[in-house]
């Protein structure tokens, strides 16, 4: 026996509907995976199809960018392996000449330095990564002792910094006194260029990581300053950097010294930045964070020349001549990338992205118009990053950086690197490898 519903329910009127002659019973609603899509489900739909076909459209591109990254990469462990395997070998056969004669010996070594980093600008030079200038032109100063005081964005800016400072030190000869006044071929040009100065004589201070690097080893016998960050190594650091600077600047006859006064990369510090200029009434800033004082103070208090009451009588004159004149220059070097988008070192190796021009400004400042008292300095030093924050917040705005006061535009100088130096450089590594292999060789079958 049947029951029958109960009058006034669901199931009540869906067997009323089906007894009806002549009604057909209402569809059911269907679900929303099956209703009709709507004008947005659709364009969503057209839209991914677009994608994926650009995607298949710029798959070799992809591809070709692939395997340029891995041709790159393992043409630049080959090119580590020999190159400093070869400045190894040649350091230390000159280990007599270091005893004998030890500036001779740091004039050749800073050569092979030169030379290394030069092997580093050319590997961004040929993926399209080039500089340009603005501002003061440093060549001006390029035989004198100077503090580049740098922001810092990324790993990249230390490899922007070596491609930029190749050139500087030929602030008296050009390629057309070589080749028109002094009829020399470009050969003898291109040479000059690979033992002219800055660059071999320059100091870097960078965080104790890049010690553990490839570079560490070429770094730590060069003399550059690995310092370690953090209030818990602070003093100490600073203690070991006095002293670094007595052992090694003069003795090795540095010219210039490179240091980031930040104390780390923009996206590690901003937030503790922003934070201690909130407590202490300091610029809010966002493209840079406030500098730390203690290595520029050392830095100064070491390196500047203390004048003496009184002037050389004749006889001291030439002895005078012969001291170092001390550190004359500050240069303050403001970094950009276009879209605030720095390089890193992974990108710089393996080439993946579009060349990209990294824009660089110079500020020169003569060491008298700085104050060396610590507090005086520490302002003078937040006044340098607030003016980078307006500099860097203008190209951001505009894609330049502003013309310097008294002139309505600003100029900018293209950066270029020689092909037949790159050359020259490579084919030395590579033929002093060979060579040095083949000495080893010969060692290694007449001992065993």
Known sequence: MTATPRPGTPAAAAAAQHRAPGRRPPAPLAPALHRPPSAPAEKDRTDAH???????????????????????????????????????CYVIVLQPLRLLDSKRFWYIEGFMYKWLLGMVASWGWYAGYTVMEWGDDIKAVSKDEAVMLVNHQATGDVCTLM??????????????????????????????????????????????????TNFGIV????????????????????????KHLEN???????????????????????????????????????????????????????????????SPSEGDAKELESKSKGLQWIIDTTIAYPKAEPIDIQTWILGYRKPTITHVHYRIFPIKDVPLETDGLSDWLYQRFIEKEELLSHFYETGAFPPPKGHKEAVSREMTLSNMWIFLIQSFAFLSGYMWYKIIQYFYHCLF
């Open 163 to 212: 491609m930029c400072l190749q050139d500087k030190g030929l602030d008296h000869y050009t390629h057309s006194d070589y080749s028109e006044g002094l009829q020399c071929p470009r050969l003898v040009f291109e040479f000059q260029r690979m033992i002219t100065v800055v660059v071999a004589q320059m100091m870097w201070l960078m965080d104790h990581i890049f010690k553990y």
């Open 50 to 88: 677009v994608r994926m076909a650009v995607t298949l459209e710029e798959a070799p591109w992809l591809g070709w960018i692939l395997v340029k990254a891995l041709l790159r990469f393992a043409f630049m462990v080959a090119n580590n392996l020999v190159a400093l395997l070869s400045y190894l």
């Open 248 to 310: 090694n600047y003069r003795s090795r006859d540095r010219k210039w010294i490179v240091l980031f006064p930040e104390g780390g990369f923009l996206r590690k510090r901003r937030e503790t930045s922003q934070a201690f200029a909130k407590k202490n009434n300091l610029p809010f800033l966002t493209h840079v964070t406030l500098p730390r004082i203690g290595a520029t103070n050392i830095i100064l208090s070491a390196l500047v020349a203390r004048q003496e009451n009184g």
């Open 219 to 242: 770094s730590l016998i060069h003399g550059d300053f690995f310092i370690r960050q953090g209030k818990s190594h602070r003093d100490q650091q600073l203690l070991l950097l006095k």
